[in-house]
Nanobody, 120 residues
Framework: QVQLQESGPGLVKPSQTLSLTCTVS??????????WTWIRQPPGKGLEWVGA???????YYRPALKSRTSISRDTSKNHVTLQLTSVTPEDTAAYFC????????????WGQGTQVTVSS
């Protein structure tokens, strides 16, 4: 069974780069028909789609975050990585990685999430 685990720093200073890793176990980051997505939930708000990478390596980003977002995959380590540059306190959120057969979901696999706080 596929399991996802997010990891990264819990605290990031404003203007720095946030880097999060999603480790995929029990499966591969490049099987056919899979998309790997990053989703976040700011405090007191709903889920927000951040971006995704396909099995072929194509990337898709939230338009408002596109200039600051990069998603990549390391097939040798079964990792999917999110980088978000020039963070502000508005980037404070619980960040989740999810896997699906379709770009827009539904999401078949979810990580437990990792909390990121942007503060000086």
């Amino acid at each position: 069974q596929v399991q996802l685990q997010e990891s990264g720093p819990g605290l990031v200073k404003p203007s720095q780069t946030l880097s999060l890793t999603c480790t995929v176990s029990g499966g591969s980051v490049t099987p056919n028909l899979h998309y790997w997505t990053w989703i976040r939930q700011p405090p007191g708000k709903g889920l927000e789609w951040v971006g995704a990478i396909s099995y072929a390596g194509s990337t898709y980003y939230r338009p408002a975050l596109k200039s600051r977002t990069s998603i990549s995959r390391d097939t040798s380590k079964n990792h999917v990585t999110l980088q978000l540059t020039s963070v502000t306190p508005e980037d404070t959120a619980a960040y989740f990685c999810a896997g699906s057969y379709h770009l827009e979901g539904p999401y078949d696999y979810w990580g437990q999430g990792t909390q990121v706080t942007v503060s000086s």
